[in-house]
């Protein structure tokens, strides 16, 4: 191996030297036993598995003895990640605390542990010392607009620096520059879940004025590698007025070779990911576009070619202030690789670009939640299961972007906005927010109104339960910020102002008011609205919703010769639904925004901002809005 390693106090390299360490973080360099700098992907992936088929990532936790955290299974296309504690194998939304003294919203750690983060701080400091460790070098958010950061993690958890590797923009060691100064560090130290945190997921955000720091105590890299580099980019935005965007992007050629870029938002489980997938198909070929839980009628369609995909981004979009050179928000992918979520595989055929991806990749993948044996092929489809009988809802794959058919790296403009959100069924029977059409046109002011409010939605699957309508927070990225939530929706709204040509739309997933839809309304408004060149109607071609908050519906949609039942734009229209039962949805989606926005009506918020909030509290009308910001039809 190429690596760079060491033993002893006094040992000097020429890379270690170009690195531009905080005194603690040198401190631990100059005393831990080891230290390994990957010089490649093969290396952290062969560290990851340790020469074995089956490899148990443990630690001793007094009291308690070897604790195994996950298990590594080597396979033909990748390495199988998992982990014995269902609870483990997703994201808990509460993970995030606050460990410094500077200006938050979010909860801090004294306030919930009852104590000062500062002698667990250097507790985890202590332990790394004595630990045999790996330092991976990357740029947060990208080589080109990037930020210096390291990694440092006990060296037997090689898959937690793997999927970190290829998440973010890894720096092998021979290439680190000179005067390599991290903005942020990671810190992972897996066995103070059990010593300090009762068994829980903990990832405490320490922000210095020179640097940021993660103190990572668990395995699943969801709070961590993954959303805990997220909250460092929203630091840096926050400071400096712009935003990561919580997004997918994609790329669309017509047939007939217009392109359109729809930039997708929306909470975890929100679609992005799926935003990003080929429409999928019944074995005759045919689209089946929803299926009615009631009666069991379904519908289908024909569409004899889709449009060419061309992946940008798939869940962290950086709206960079250099990028931006006009009316429409420009942006660029934030991330190396992707983190998906492949609960919706059920089967073979499902999704067979992918599936061949997965099942034929360039270089091994890691794969987390799977089932899987020694030596045999990791199967997307094949999830793990929480208990007998009951699937994990969040089987993930992490993907290199360079793997990815088509991908795009360089920024984009953004031609339309979409927002997603996870929708219950609702019936007469039981009346819910499930009333969202399959395509809902937003004006700009309501498009702002649906990043604050940022429902979680109906089964959520990224995230350990939770109970009711509730509310993702924020750019629906709030889970990761440490900052102001006043701050961020000021820049959100700034962002929309500022970017008038930009479209928006709102689409459901899971349930049309009695059909079970899936993320096909995504995928029909992706073929739609590129087809007819992006979201211009004329006002005769729209009807304002029933609900105000869900702006315009669409009067008829066609595509390619295909009619979508006006009962799925405009779900009133189901005699399972009635007037009724839609009036009752629409009331808890007014309960619901009126509870989440009256704590953005701070001194902070921008004046338009706050006659926004204030319409929503007053019951305004569409064209109450729309005289607010108006919008281009």
Not at 50 to 64: N, T
Not at 77 to 82: A, K
Not at 308 to 332: E, I, S
Not at 536 to 542: A, G, I, K, S
């Amino acid at each position: 191996m190429n690596t760079i390693s060491w033993r002893g106090d006094k040992v000097k390299t020429a890379i270690l030297n170009r690195f531009v360490f905080s005194d603690e973080v040198r401190d631990i360099i100059e005393n831990a036993p080891e230290i390994i700098i990957p010089e490649s992907r093969k290396e952290i992936l062969d560290l990851a598995i340790a020469g074995r088929d089956l490899f148990e990532v443990g630690y001793e936790v007094p009291g308690k003895g070897f604790v195994v955290e996950a298990t590594v299974t080597r396979c033909k296309n990748g390495l199988v990640v998992n982990y014995p504690e269902p609870y483990m194998r997703r994201r808990d939304p509460n993970a995030l605390v606050v460990g410094d003294n500077l200006e938050t919203d979010k909860p801090r750690f004294r306030e919930r542990f009852g104590k000062e983060f500062e002698p667990i701080r250097q507790e985890t400091f202590e332990w790394l010392k004595k630990q045999e460790l790996i330092l991976l070098p990357f740029m947060a958010g990208g080589y080109d607009y990037g930020y210096p950061a390291v990694l440092i993690a006990p060296k037997n958890a090689g898959f937690f620096v793997g999927g970190l590797a290829d998440l973010q923009f890894f720096v092998p060691a021979s290439e680190v520059p000179e005067n390599f100064k991290p903005k942020l560090y990671m810190f992972l130290a897996p066995p103070f879940r059990h010593t300090h945190f009762d068994g829980k997921q903990v990832v405490v955000h320490y922000r210095h004025n020179s640097h940021y720091e993660i103190f990572s105590y668990n395995l699943y890299p969801g709070p961590s590698a993954k959303k805990g580099v997220y909250g460092f980019l929203l630091h840096v935005g926050e400071k400096e007025k712009w935003v990561t965007a919580h997004a997918s992007a994609v790329k669309v050629i017509t047939p007939y070779e217009n392109e359109l870029v729809i930039m997708h938002e929306g909470a975890s489980g929100g679609g992005k990911s799926e935003i990003l997938e080929e429409i999928h198909r019944e074995p005759d070929g045919r689209i089946k576009l929803a299926e009615n839980i009631v009666t069991g009628e379904k519908f289908y369609m024909e569409l004899k070619q889709s449009c060419v995909l061309m992946p940008v981004a798939d869940d962290m979009f950086m709206c960079h202030p250099k990028l931006q050179t006009g009316k429409k928000l420009v942006a660029k992918d934030a991330e190396a690789g992707w983190f998906i979520r492949v609960d919706h595989i059920t089967e073979y055929g499902s999704a067979p670009d992918l599936e061949r991806l997965t099942i034929h990749p360039p270089e091994p993948l890691i794969f987390l939640n799977i089932y899987a044996v020694p030596n045999s092929t990791a199967l997307i489809w094949e999830h793990i299961e929480d208990e007998p009988g009951k699937p994990c809802p969040n089987p993930r794959v992490i993907i290199p972007k360079r793997f990815m058919k088509n991908a795009v790296s360089e920024p984009v403009k953004v031609d339309v906005r979409s927002f997603g959100v996870r929708t219950p069924p609702c019936t007469k029977e039981k009346p819910t927010y499930g009333i969202v059409g399959l395509m809902q046109i937003l004006p700009p002011a309501l498009a702002w109104l649906w990043r604050l409010v940022a429902p979680r939605g109906h089964a959520n699957p990224s995230i350990v339960s939770t109970k009711g309508m509730t509310s993702e927070g924020v750019g629906s990225f709030w889970p990761f910020s440490s900052g102001k939530m006043v701050r961020l929706a000021n820049i959100l709204l700034e962002q929309i102002i500022d970017t008038p040509e930009t479209r928006y739309i709102l689409v459901p997933n899971q349930y049309i008011g009695a059909y079970k839809v899936g993320f096909m309304p995504e995928w029909i408004a992706r073929e739609y609205l590129s087809r007819r060149g992006g979201v211009r109607f004329r006002p005769d071609q729209l009807v304002p919703s029933k609900c105000s908050l869900l702006g315009f519906s669409l009067k008829e949609m066609k595509i390619e010769g295909n009619t979508i039942p006006k009962e799925l734009l405009q779900p009133h229209l189901q005699s399972e639904v009635g007037e009724e039962a839609y009036e009752k949805g629409a009331q808890e989606l007014k309960d619901f925004f009126k509870r989440e926005l009256k704590k953005f009506l701070t001194e902070d918020l921008n004046p338009v901002g706050r006659e926004i909030i204030q319409c929503c509290l007053d019951d305004g009308s569409l064209d109450d809005y729309l005289k607010i910001i108006p919008m281009n039809f």
